[in-house]
């Protein structure tokens, strides 16, 4: 079986890459059940061979997602150091609406 990258969605191209995985390891140890010591080692082999991939696929996305949070922080640095006055506004607005909001319930 071979389990290919998560999409671009990320989140949904995992979720639905461990959903397979899972369903293929419970079909193979089904299978192996049937079967002798040989065909269990095949099984095993073939799944430790799944988790390493999906291991590789979460550190590719934990890498991915740490790039993009690391990026959007320096441009919002960026941002509040060109117009820190702007920042502030939009701070304090958020805060009222928050404040309204929170006194609402």
Same mark, same amino acid.
């Given at each position: 079986?071979?389990?290919? !990258?998560p !999409?671009?969605?990320g989140?949904?191209g995992?979720? %639905?890459?461990?959903r #397979? &995985? /899972?369903?293929?390891?419970?079909?193979?140890?089904?299978?192996?059940?049937q079967?002798? +010591?040989? %065909?269990?080692?095949?099984?095993?082999?073939?799944?430790?061979?799944? /988790?390493? =991939?999906? $291991?590789? =696929?979460?550190d +590719?996305?934990?890498?991915?997602?740490?790039? %993009?949070? $690391?990026?959007?922080?320096?441009?919002t640095?960026r941002a &509040? #150091?060109? #117009?820190?006055?702007?920042?502030?506004?939009?701070?304090?607005? &958020?805060?009222?609406?928050?404040?309204?909001?929170?006194? =609402?319930?």
């Amino acid at each position: 079986m071979n389990i290919t !990258s998560p !999409s671009p969605s990320g989140k949904e191209g995992l979720a %639905k890459s461990l959903r #397979h &995985v /899972v369903d293929e390891a419970d079909q193979l140890l089904r299978s192996a059940a049937q079967g002798g +010591d040989e %065909k269990l080692d095949a099984v095993r082999s073939r799944i430790v061979d799944q /988790v390493r =991939q999906m $291991r590789a =696929q979460l550190d +590719d996305l934990e890498e991915a997602t740490s790039y %993009k949070a $690391r990026r959007a922080a320096r441009a919002t640095d960026r941002a &509040v #150091h060109t #117009h820190p006055y702007g920042a502030i506004g939009i701070a304090a607005a &958020v805060g009222l609406l928050i404040g309204f909001l929170a006194a =609402q319930r």
